[in-house]
């Protein structure tokens, strides 16, 4: 059986100074993934969600992308957090307003379990915001772990969190 895609998520609440409203902010970190050879192989459509957890914090803009690269893992969470970086993702404290968040969400079926990355990402099958545009683009992806697909572990989720696609 031939390996997986590898997968990120995309998501931003917070306009940047250069780049713009979140969505023109997460394009812009795309192009600069494929700047470092890395190919955007198909991206879902933008959703709107609310924070995770619930707060008074504005709605993110979130995406989900399939990738073709040479890096391993390690490599591309590097890069990943460097593109965070240039585009002004500051870390503070866990689920704070952020003007970018670049997520490794599975990278070919591998599992990992290293201090700095674990794969798959241990939160994505219960997240709305992630399954939704996960499952337009890759309905028939199948959890590393849960061995369920995209469209299944959506299926599977209470209806309490709000994502909404938004217009091209």
């Known amino acids: 059986m031939p390996p ?10 917070l306009a940047s100074p250069r780049w713009g409203a979140p969505r023109d902010t997460l394009t812009a970190a795309l192009a600069a993934l494929g700047a470092e050879d890395v190919k ?26 399939t990738l073709a ?7 591309l969470l590097a890069l990943m957090q460097r593109i965070e970086t240039r585009f002004g993702r500051v ?25 700095d990355l674990v794969l798959p990402h241990p939160r994505l099958h219960r997240r709305r915001f992630v399954l939704e545009p996960l499952a337009e683009i890759a309905p028939a992806w199948r959890h ?25």
């Open 91 to 115: 870390r503070s404290v866990p689920d704070a307003p952020r003007v970018i968040d670049l997520d490794l969400l599975d990278y070919r079926g591998e599992r990992i379990e290293t201090p």
């Open 144 to 168: 590393p772990v849960l061995g369920k697909t995209a469209r299944q572990l959506l299926a599977e989720l209470a209806a309490d969190e709000r994502v909404e696609r938004l217009p091209c």
């Open 4 to 13: 997986g895609p590898i997968l990120i998520g995309l998501g931003g609440n």
């Open 69 to 75: 690269t040479g890096l391993d893992a390690d490599g």
């Open 40 to 65: 955007i192989m198909a991206r879902s459509g933008w959703y709107r969600s609310e924070p995770v957890p619930a707060s008074d914090q504005p709605w993110y803009v979130n995406a989900v992308a």
